[in-house]
């Protein structure tokens, strides 16, 4: 499988091992010395060593081996479906594109290419985190992309979440402002299980966030979400910020055995631990002179 790769300004005048090493974190850098050995690496048809350098905007193509990606939930659903946008109602256990080693196990990768029939202009417009469920955004033009990806900057875009988290918020309905920031180091992202970004009240940008609580059992809460801004991970670490973090969120809450010992201790019966809580219900933007909104039932195991 041939894939390419576009050389980002950040990299311009670097090595391509050091290219490799930096950008794609997923394998060492003794591996990916290794794959260049082998030859599988090319710019303009000329085969690449460790040592060549590469420039913004030059495309490398890698011909990597194949391989077995780590499974995907391909489980999920059009519910609407127009000449310019696709809505799609994700389940949890599914990227919308590509990351790490999942190449194809991706819900842009399956609309595209192996969906029948397929949709091989498709764009996504709004991303959910792989455990997250609900709707995500497809534009099938560039025209239709600029329109809907506007709304979202101009925040425009009504978006509603449902959240089950650990205890309840004090207060029962609020707005969480907390600017969060990206943890920058690979080291500190390592010791942070997976966590990219953090509440940074020196160097992080403003984020919003409206809650309501809709009820409360047995140590969980069912929360209603109302974000302002989109920042990366913004509903887990806002949610973390004042205590009550997600169920099954094991980046910005309880790891998973610390999880299930909970439940034990409540009396509980475990809710879904390879997953995380949080579900994109509704959606309200405009296309065209049309008002749309779209809505994705929650999930049974929602119920507290």
Known sequence: MKISSKIPFAFNGFSLIDYLALRFTYLERGVWRERISQRLFTKDDDVLDENSLVFHKEIVVYD??????????????????????????????????????????????????????????ADIVNRLDKNTSGIVLISLNKTALAELLAQFADRSVKKTYFAVVVGTPDPLCGEICAPIGKIKENAERNNNKGRFCKVDFDDGKPCQTFYETVKSANGHSLVKLLPKTGRTHQLRIHLSHIKTPIAGDTSYGMDEEEYKK?????????????????????????????????HSDLPEHFNV
């Open 262 to 294: 909970f439940c034990e201790e409540k009396k509980i019966i475990p809710v879904e631990t390879s997953r995380h809580l949080l579900h994109c219900a509704e959606l309200e933007f405009s296309f065209g002179k049309e008002k749309v909104s779209v």
């Open 64 to 121: 990597m081996p194949d391989f077995d990606e780590p499974p995907a939930n391909f489980d999920y659903k059009i519910i609407k479906q127009t000449d310019d946008y696709l809505v799609i109602d994700k389940p949890p256990g599914l990227l919308v594109h590509k990351q790490g080693i999942n190449f194809r196990g991706n819900l842009i990768y399956h609309l595209r290419c192996l969906r029948q029939p397929p949709f091989p202009t």
